[in-house]
C-alpha cells in the first residue's frame, strides 16, 4: 500500500492546507484528500508542484507499507 505523508512535510515545514494550496495551485479539497490518504491517483506535475512547495523529495511524500 502507498501512504501519503504530506500531513508530516507540511508539519515539517510548518505550512498550512491553505498555504500549500495557494503555492501549488490545486484546490483545498483535492490537497485535503491527498492528506487523508483518500486519494486514488496522483498527476506527476501535482507531485512535482507539492515537492517544489515542500522542498522536498518524492520519498518524503510517497512511502510504501505493505499490507
Partial sequence: ???????VMMARR???L???S???GI???NLSVLKNNKAKAIR???LDA???ALDCNVSDILEYVED
Avoid: G, Q
Wanted: with cysteine; glycine share 0%; proline share 0%.
Fill in 1 to 7: 500500500m502507498i501512504v501519503i505523508n504530506l500531513d
Fill in 27 to 29: 484546490t483545498l479539497a
Fill in 14 to 16: 510548518k505550512m498550512s
Fill in 50 to 52: 507539492i515537492c517544489r
Fill in 44 to 46: 506527476f506535475s501535482t
Fill in 22 to 24: 495557494d503555492k501549488v
Fill in 18 to 20: 491553505n498555504e500549500l
